[in-house]
């Protein structure tokens, strides 16, 4: 497996015993035997925040040249575009047709139609057999097909894989059929609001931290209203991924041609690139200068469960302290290969365990809350540190504990109580 997804092999592995998946590099013969043809190719960003689309253009252009006549076909696109680019491939598709059958093309039938994606890494599998909703949009010739195709996952009556069982009381999946264009707009528009709803939490957060009271059961305070609702409010380092930044960009971009400003998803972005200053601002405190000192990183990845080191705040956390003359020691359960291969000048010290991290360093820095982490032995990790400070970069360990373990404690959002001891009594103090 390319990448690190739960249960993602299991699955490959269940399809191939049943016969039901192929991975082939021409794209003839399948195009031609398919009556649904996804697209879900890679739409990354430009500099200037537009979405490139030279993937989604190639793929469309060869779909239709791979097409005959002998029967309609739907092309769903997957991939996350902008706003309008259904008829981008409606009109890629008919390029490619011509090109392949000059003078019958009028045969060859076919219709677009958007079914956008909203999987979370590192759940994957689950997001898309036990999904939230179900969004369609497109013509009612592609509807009928796609409704057949997505019935057993609408209904939920197929059997649901051993290693991943369907969660109790799941019945029916919402469909939302709609237009193309709304259909295109509803992916961009729920990113957004997440990324906001996490931008808001951390802004609450900072409050918080700075009045004295604490966020996390202030988010379970608002998140009761069902009008709010709990989810994607944990305070942290700012989110990050291939998807939110990325998404929000692109919308910013779309509304720009279209004369608009959307001041509160500049906002959500500008919030989220302050977040990520927290950590360095926090070892600052405590330590003054940062020059000399080794500090290590719990997680690399971008959030649990993934591998994915795209737009990670570790990778900026790190970097920036390499600039500042720090020695930044990292573990990572899963990603630290990836990080090695892909960011080969991130002078990182990768390390085999938190405890080799933890060793003679003068900070320790969760930034992935990776679920052994949470289980650490405290005392243990401060015993071998330098200095037991500890900034939490996702709250996931117990304040309480923590410094009971003789940690000087940070997290975000979280009341500063009398600080225990920052110098650890077994180690002579260098300061
Ligand atoms: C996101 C969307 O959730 C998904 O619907 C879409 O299809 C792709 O983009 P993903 O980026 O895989 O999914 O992960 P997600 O779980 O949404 O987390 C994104 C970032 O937000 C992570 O960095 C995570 O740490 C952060 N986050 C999430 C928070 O900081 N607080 C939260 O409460 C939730």
Redesign the pocket.
Same mark, same amino acid.
């Given at each position: 497996m390319p990448i690190y997804e739960p249960h993602l092999d299991q699955l490959l592995q269940l399809a191939a015993q049943r016969g039901g998946i192929d991975f082939i590099t021409d794209l003839a013969a399948p195009a031609a035997e398919s009556d649904a043809i996804f697209i879900a190719v890679g739409t990354p960003s430009m500099s200037t925040g537009e979405t490139n689309l030279c993937y989604l253009e190639a793929a469309a252009r060869s779909i239709g040249a791979a097409m005959d006549d002998s029967r309609f076909r739907v092309v769903v696109n997957k991939s996350t575009v902008p706003v309008g680019s259904g008829n981008l491939v409606e009109t890629l598709v008919r390029e490619g047709i011509r090109g392949a059958h000059p003078g019958n093309q009028k045969r060859i039938r076919f219709g677009v139609a958007s079914n956008p994606? @909203?999987?979370?890494?590192?759940c994957a599998i689950a997001?898309s057999l036990y999904p939230d909703r179900i969004v369609l949009g497109a013509g009612e010739e592609c509807m009928q097909v796609l409704r057949e195709l997505y019935q057993l996952l609408v209904e939920q009556s197929f059997e649901a894989p051993v290693f991943l069982p369907r969660p109790a009381g799941m019945s029916r999946v919402p469909v939302v059929t709609t237009t193309l264009t709304s259909a295109e707009m509803i992916k961009y528009a729920?990113?957004a609001f997440?990324a906001v709803k996490?931008g808001f939490?951390n802004e609450i957060a900072n409050i918080c931290e700075r009045v004295g009271a604490d966020a996390l059961e202030v988010m379970s305070g608002i998140g009761l209203d069902g009008r709010i609702g709990a989810?994607?409010?944990?305070?942290?380092?700012?989110?990050?991924?291939?998807? @939110?930044g990325k998404d929000i960009q692109s919308l910013l971009h779309t509304a720009r041609e279209y004369g608009y400003q959307s001041r509160m998803l500049e906002a959500a972005l500008e919030v989220n690139r302050a977040q990520r200053q927290l950590v360095i601002q926090k070892l600052q405190e405590k330590l003054f200068i940062l020059k000399g000192r080794t500090i290590a990183l719990l997680g690399l990845a971008?959030?649990p469960e993934?591998d994915d080191l795209r737009d990670a705040?570790a990778l900026q956390i790190a970097e920036r302290l390499l600039q500042m003359g720090v020695r930044v020691n990292a573990y990572d359960p899963i990603a630290m290969e990836s990080c090695r291969l892909i960011h080969p000048n991130l002078k990182i010290h990768y390390c085999e365990s938190p405890q080799e991290a933890a060793e003679e360093a003068d900070a320790l820095v969760l930034v992935t809350e990776w679920k052994q982490f949470a289980g650490l032995d405290l005392a243990d990790l401060a015993k071998r540190m330098c200095r037991a400070i500890l900034v939490d970069g996702?709250n996931l360990f117990d304040p309480e504990v923590a410094r009971r373990a003789g940690f000087d404690y940070s997290g975000i959002g979280r009341p500063q109580r009398a600080a225990a001891r920052t110098d650890n009594p077994a180690i002579p103090s260098t300061i």
């Open positions: 994606e @909203f999987l979370r890494e590192g997001d729920a990113n997440l996490i939490a989810r994607f409010l944990n305070p942290g380092l700012g989110w990050g991924g291939s998807c @939110f971008f959030k993934t705040p996702r």
